[in-house]
């Protein structure tokens, strides 16, 4: 039996059908729909600003839309009544495709395999009349052709620190968009009280072309919101989950980045996937033997256009951040350190024997009768064999006066010169290309070794910075944390573990080396002959209760931190398995001061 409805609700019905009634709620949803429509229209930064290249009386400030601005700006000075125009260029390479994890709306028109181009400008203006030491307010503003302008929080900027002045700085590498990143960079903001400057070892993203990765991947874990406090990486680990927003650096501190084979594109394309681009690295001494059948091809009159093109670039990195020189590597002097940041870096290939692996060892079945298709192993992108040009250009800076006369001398770059990782297997030096031939002069194999003795970092490079006094060389590449010191007290330092590790192999656990094959690939341990430091506060224990000396855990993030003021270098770990637990410092050594 149903029981009626009270005569109160069939009032209230009737008032529903009052017209006013409707009109009123008409009216309610057109503003809605209006202050909903202005805030969606309304224009963004795609990042927070910020700095570049620090002088003695000045500083960058970078940002980036994805509109140009007739007008952009930046405010400084107490009352932020002082003005720097800034200089706006587009990005030209910057593009998304079907693995890019974006909006739909940006995503619109990208088929399977065609990257469509992604409008995005950069802004730059130098702030001048600094004092070293004294930090003033800023904030950037951009504006639209119709008058709408938008403009950052206030952040703050200083001159280059002068010599004496205790400064701390974060050694990072390898973010790669990683899904402990966010959780790490957030523990340095919340551990420290403030950074004066990140030094990044290479790999900032994974595909250096794929816009949202370095702005707005919708995963929130993109390079520029992990910097800067914007990230919204979810971390789930036993059924706890928790949302981590990295920390707001760079906007106050100068980022000083090295060049890893992250930040290099392949092959250029309009109609191949970002990754396949990404993995077609081309050697340019290859590109050179075959340089008219690439001049038939496409129909390009400019020699190094068409070689760029059908070799490897880093456009897009170059475009994004500011160097003191056109080169990959460069010099600078921030307080009392003078960074020596080099391009030491080579394409990954797969280990992989399989007769359809393009890897380090070997080149597929079916590509043997096509040269233009070879991945030719693991092949260096810029030269560091003694008298090449970075080589003749390092040996110069080493010898220079603000290299001798800086109380601490450190080397930044991103290939392991010491470590238990995988990745510093095979050696450092030009893959020897091998070619198997049938009787008839068919080829039946092409194969890659990797003379050990020939390592041109351990061979070339590192006598060259034991002799100049080097005190700290810092590097990534293998996703762990792993240090060591050289007979003559040079420290190197590998620390990259920020979000999931390749391994460290020592004791029983094995790299993959190839079977078969004439040059020594070390299958655990060091392959240079360092054994790796036990951490000196609170190491992690191993299954036996033994101490380890490295850290290559996917749930345990590293970092480390370098006070100027005593010369320490102090690394800290936390556990993302237990959201509330503390920041342990776990090692900590001292540069010796000649």
Not at 14 to 30: D, K, T
Not at 39 to 60: E, G, I, W
Not at 254 to 262: R, S, T, V
Not at 291 to 301: E, G, H, I, M
Request: glycine share 6%; charged share 25%.
């Amino acid at each position: 039996m149903l029981t009626p409805l009270p005569d109160k609700v069939e009032n209230s019905k009737s008032e529903y059908r009052n017209p006013w009634f409707f009109a009123v709620l008409f009216l309610i949803l057109l503003l809605l729909g209006l202050i909903l429509q202005f805030y969606l229209n309304k224009p963004q930064l795609l990042t927070d600003p910020f700095l570049q290249l620090p002088t003695a009386n000045s500083v960058r400030v970078v940002w980036f839309t994805e509109f140009p601005g007739t007008c952009n700006t930046v405010a400084y000075g107490e009352n932020l009544n002082q003005i720097a125009a800034a200089n706006t260029t587009k990005l030209s390479r910057t593009r998304e495709d079907k693995d890019s994890h974006i909006s739909d709306s940006i995503k619109q028109g990208i088929t399977r395999t065609n990257p469509v181009l992604r409008d995005i400008w950069r802004h730059e203006a130098e702030v001048p009349n600094l004092r070293p030491g004294v930090r003033i307010p800023y904030s950037v503003t951009s504006q639209t052709k119709d008058g709408t302008s938008v403009s950052s929080k206030v952040f703050t900027l200083s001159a280059i620190p002068a010599a004496g002045i205790g400064l701390k700085i974060l050694l990072t590498s390898d973010h790669q968009l990683m899904p402990m990143t966010a959780a790490n960079i957030q523990k340095v903001a919340e551990t420290i009280d403030k950074i004066d400057a990140v030094f990044i070892a290479g790999d900032l993203i994974n595909i250096a072309d794929r816009a949202s990765e370095w702005f707005d991947d919708y995963r929130g874990r993109a390079f520029f919101p992990a910097l800067q406090g914007r990230a919204f990486s979810e971390i789930d680990k036993n059924g706890i989950k928790t949302v981590y927003s990295g920390g707001e650096l760079i906007q106050h501190a100068p980022l000083f980045p090295a060049m890893g084979n992250h930040e290099i594109m392949g092959r250029f394309s309009t109609t191949s996937t970002l990754n396949d681009q990404f993995n077609d690295a081309f050697p340019r001494a290859a590109a050179e033997k075959i340089y008219p059948y690439l001049t038939q091809k496409y129909a390009v009159k400019d020699r190094d256009i068409l070689l760029k093109k059908n070799t490897f670039n880093s456009d897009t990195y170059n475009e994004i951040f500011s160097f003191p020189a056109e080169k990959n590597y460069y010099a600078l002097t921030f307080g009392d350190v003078r960074l020596v940041t080099l391009y030491v870096t080579n394409i990954w290939r797969t280990p992989n024997l399989d007769p359809d692996a393009r890897g380090r060892y070997r080149e597929r079945d079916e590509d043997l009768d096509r040269p233009e298709k070879w991945g030719y192993g693991q092949h260096i992108f810029e030269p560091i064999v003694k008298g090449s040009a970075q080589y003749n250009w390092l040996e110069q800076e080493l010898k220079s006066a603000e290299f001798q006369q800086a109380k601490y001398k450190v080397v930044m770059f991103h290939h392991p010169p010491h470590s238990v990782g995988d990745n510093i297997v095979p050696a450092y030096t030009d893959p020897v290309q091998i070619v198997n031939r049938t009787s008839d002069g068919e080829i039946k194999m092409v194969r890659y070794e990797y003379p050990k003795q020939q390592d041109y970092l351990i061979r070339d490079v590192v006598p060259l910075l034991e002799t100049a006094g080097v005190q700290l060389v810092f590097y990534g590449h293998s996703h762990l944390w792993n240090r060591f010191v050289s007979s003559s007290g040079m420290h190197f330092l590998e620390t990259s573990n920020v979000g999931n590790s390749y391994g460290a192999f020592t004791g029983e656990k094995r790299r993959f080396v190839p079977p078969g094959y004439r040059e020594d690939y070390s299958a655990t341990g060091d392959p240079n002959g360092l054994e790796p430091v036990v951490p000196t506060v609170a190491p992690l224990l191993g299954k036996d209760g033994l101490p380890l000396p490295y850290i290559e855990s996917n749930d345990i993030t590293a970092f480390s931190i370098f006070e100027t003021e005593n010369g320490t270098v102090s690394s800290y770990y936390f556990d993302t398995r237990k959201p509330k637990s503390k920041v342990v410092k776990f090692d900590e050594f001292k540069l010796q001061i000649p």
